[in-house]
């Protein structure tokens, strides 16, 4: 079983940037698709960001695409969000997430480990 931990989140004003790193632990990373979800307050938990095993092949929901920007490490066992031009509406708990297929998905049952989130707020 792997373990996710989340850290990077904080407090920004809206134009501020924020880097999130997940690192894992336990079973490795190198052929896991990675996601990054969100979840704001009285909301469902959505899609941010996803990325394929080797890096290749990424996708971002429309409302952070050009603005956020998903990598990872493989040989540190590391998943990374990138986050500029924030918004107040950014504001929510980012979790990564892994899953035992080698592409991302965008669906949130699609993963088996969860990190425990870390709150990113936006203050207009």
């Known amino acids: 079983q792997v373990q996710l931990v989340e850290s990077g989140g904080g407090l920004v004003q809206a134009g501020g940037s924020l880097r999130l790193s997940c690192a894992a632990s336990?079973?490795?990373?190198?052929?896991?698709?990675m996601g990054w979800f969100r979840q704001a307050p009285g909301k469902e938990r959505e899609f941010v960001a996803g990325i394929s095993w080797s890096g290749g092949n990424t996708a971002y929901a429309d409302s952070v695409k050009g603005r956020f920007t998903i990598s990872r490490d493989n040989a540190k066992n590391m998943v990374y969000l990138q986050m500029i031009s924030l918004k107040p509406e950014d504001t929510a708990v980012y979790y990564c997430?892994?899953?035992?297929?080698?592409?991302?998905?965008?669906?949130?049952?699609?993963?088996?480990?969860w990190g425990q989130g870390t709150q990113v707020t936006v203050s207009s």
């Open positions: 336990g079973r490795t990373l190198t052929s896991a698709g």
């Open positions: 997430a892994g899953r035992r297929g080698t592409y991302y998905s965008e669906r949130v049952d699609s993963y088996d480990a």
